[in-house]
């Protein structure tokens, strides 16, 4: 399996966070942002938000800037819950007008993603919900929001629209929760003729979701629908974006073998929150989690893991944990 | 809505347990319990685990009580997990023979069905899944329970096969841990032209899921596929099968609401653990819980709550929250 | 029991925050939040973070505005973490200058509650723990800040100083994470003498930490340690100050009731994050919550509820809680 | 440090559980299964339940198969849970004549432990909280429990007094749900001059505490209070006592080094529950889980783990990660 490692430009921004209102460090230029990217070795690609860190405006620039860099374009992913404007849902927004901002803006981050070269569009669907009991008509909610990804879709049928499901955050609910949630959204499409739209499995989404990633993986390509990946960990209940495997490490071994397994030929997406941590460091650092948990595995050897797995018996697998050991 | 209540004969039952290896309270004839629960006002309906409750031997002794006590049959529910022998998965097994007994001990329940007339067969799948990383090919196990679903649904083509997802326990992790996990299956099948699975919501096992019982509904009756309810309550992360609305009881006030707004007309069964509790009183007090929440709900009037709902507004929605109150 | 309601003048504010980094609302001068909070009926009191809210400059204007607003001040919360110079801790920072700026910043906030005349100081250790494995020496942790807790305690030995505890975020996982958890460090300075440190409950804190609401407050008043309370709730696992008892009507019911029976006599804070929803009209709405409920157990009466309480019969409970509603 | 290993020879016995109410295996004599665990390499000692595996009747038989399988007496469990007359609490019982009952019962399970030179004394107070709202005076529920355990330790003054805490099952919600919440009483009863009342940590049971364990072992030796461990795994929130290791590798990892920082002295017993497994295998299998993880450490060496703790960088400990890695 080849190992393609992206990340979000993000990654490299400020961190603003209710906890850090002005942001953990400086605001700096995109371009800027783009240049150091491109100085982690091992980094390949790279993924935006639209209009916030690439748009209609600084296209031609972050073309030359990423080029210049020698990193691809990734995945671009509308900003559809990091404003106040959809403080009350976009895509599902129970608001026509809204709703309809939502989706122009899905479809100008297509023709940047177009302009760029990406075939990824991301939906992060973090306001596609609602925040409390007795305030919603959930049917109204889901159909606007299956309509809105339906005309995405076919807005973009050559794009990979990749559903980044999330439990909940910003609020306090939301539709596309889980894997299966999201599933049920693709299956639906795909009975109208709908095949583009597939999922973006983040792994602290997934545990939020309480899903052991390895099996979930599994499930989506069950359905042909893994799109993308966004590799990162969580130590509790509250979404860091830590680095990948820093704290599920033995998920993240079980994880890689199953991606070989299943032919997985996407990018390894990072997402990560430094915090106080250099970025540039914290993307080298999780590059080199993930090569080495790899190594680890190679060296024990494919088949010796698959006949561990398939004898089903649980005292070989102890055996095989321990092998990962040095 | 017309609400009619059913309930598991296995409620007055001797509530054996890992804490309570001897039960707690003394083992009884099958037709004692059936006529004790004949003497419950409101209850109509009776459901059945097959074979330890119902079976080729009592089945028409049961019939009998179950004229006489005025009580439908409502529901079989094939032992799938209560024993050793499914230790290691029933219709996913990956032992064939296991696999192959699972699937006809469901197809003897169905004519169990057959004979008394349920509707219903629940398939409560509590050892379909695993127990540890690296022990498990989760293709073959998917693959396996699928095609265990579907020939069951072929055989019963006129009985609603009702699955009963739960995310865990007793096996550690469920291949069918949420609504929309079992959608998939439901989803997968209907593309293959089975109409015939659907689910059982168990509201403790949608708290586990972290599922909003009420959203989870109309998700459901999006794809037209409740089938069947168990309802009770819980109170920590313990499946202990408390009294309907004993905890959650604004959450069951949303929920009676959207039972009624999607047209639900099938049975509303109670699926609880009296342990120290008298089990007919329990019994009696979950309908009555049930049946006041509706009846606040009726008398603030069905048009003022969806007004409320409507309006997508939490202010609104506080006050309606206060009506509900003496 | 005599219910004084207070509230954060951070839920007038602008509402900065991850996921609108620009707020939500115009930022607006502090006397002119307080002059708004004085007309929102009911309330008597509130509380500021020091220094971004209350500090040196602005503290004779904001008693000026209070007084004209005939607001009382409350509590003082010295802001701990919501700064990036906090991000790996504050009080407990291993970084001995770090925690000297936190421990100074206390004691101001203290000078300043005096000036007010504000008995309560509230610690929100949201960055006092880790948010990696093998990253910390969790014992200097605690010994540096517990030592920092004393210190702040024996500066102001006519002040309450009340810890909020919170399980995790913004740091990964919080050495206070839990009622029990701070009193484990408020009796052992009891042990040295030390006797004004108790602790200020946030509902949503406490639901994060699994605790059941009316028997947390049971435990922490068996050693008279509760100082303040912070009302509000919560709907999955993100902490967003909703509206009490908007979410867990009942356990609110039974709040209320032991606020009574251990003779609570503090303010009912409000800590709410209004986001897209009128601040006022929160608070407003979030009085006439808490009142209702108290309104419907004075009418059921308290010798009755006792009664169903000491019966120690969950089936009696059930009728009282049918008696809650309408 | 030296590890010595001891188990619960339930660990051999038959797993009866709600989900297989005969058990997983046949019952066996006590002697026979002490034998058992006698042929296991590296075992070294035993726990027991009072009155159900040893008891006055067998205590003499018991003793001499221990000293024939070279087994030493560890710990002595009373069984406050596992028996339908605990269901509404044992020692903490509202009910004064079961509470007695429960007491004695421990006074006499110190008597076996004596006769045995068991040290330990294991408190599973499983029982000890509620099952639903409204029905408990939570004030009188501590007031009891607190005094049961004081009476208790009074009565062995020798014996170390374990309190094996968990958040809930088979009660709904539990008084000392977290090791925070056993050390409130710990300290309360130090005040009181009972000084060998301790902790038991069951790593399971620590983990529904969302307590992440090398943590919580420093705070409990903050107060000198760790008396024992129960070793062991889960994988999602159900309390299924797997292979220590086998899910949270890396928090073992962090657990032993800070088990050795602290120098503690105890017993490593592994509270295994293995249903369809040879118990006998299970038990060496996570014995040398334990010694895996444990010569991968000192491989790294302490001093170099010590280094990278102190430098309190994540990011060296993304490579100390890494060295733990074959």
Known sequence: MEIRFSTGIWVFGAGVERFAPTGYKP???????????????????????????????????????LSTANLKAVAIA??????????????????????????????????????????ILIIWPGREGFDFPFTTDYRKLWNNYVSSIKEVAEYGPEIKVALEYKIEDPSSYLLHGSAARALTTILELRMQGI????????????????????????????????????????????????????????????LLYWLKETNYSGWFGLDLFP???DAAEMVRQSIENVRAI?????????????????????????????????
């Open 27 to 65: 605001a700096r230029p995109i371009v800027e942002l783009i240049k150091e990217a491109g100085r982690v070795e091992g980094l390949q690609g790279l993924e935006f938000h639209y209009p916030t860190e690439v748009n209609e405006e600084n296209v031609k620039q972050v073309k030359d800037a």
């Open 78 to 119: 509308p900003v559809l819950s990091q404003e106040a404007q959809w403080a009350r849902g976009a895509l599902s927004a129970l608001d026509e007008s809204t709703r309809r901002r939502a989706v122009e803006r899905c479809k100008k981050a297509i023709d940047i993603a177009r302009e760029l070269g990406a075939e």
């Open 195 to 254: 095949k583009n739209v597939g999922i973006n499995v983040e792994f602290a989404h997934a545990k939020l979701a309480k899903e052991y990633v390895p099996e979930a993986i599994v499930l989506i390509s069950r359905y042909n629908a893994l799109y993308h990946l966004h590799l990162n960990d969580i130590f509790t209940e509250v979404d860091l974006d830590l680095f990948p495997a820093s704290v599920h490490l033995l998920e993240f071994a079980e």
């Open 275 to 277: 915090r106080y941590l």
């Open 294 to 326: 790899y190594r680890a595995l190679e060296s024990i050897g494919w088949e010796r893991i698959r006949k561990v797995i398939d004898s089903n018996n649980p005292i070989e697998a102890q055996k095989l944990i321990r092998e990962l050991l040095r």
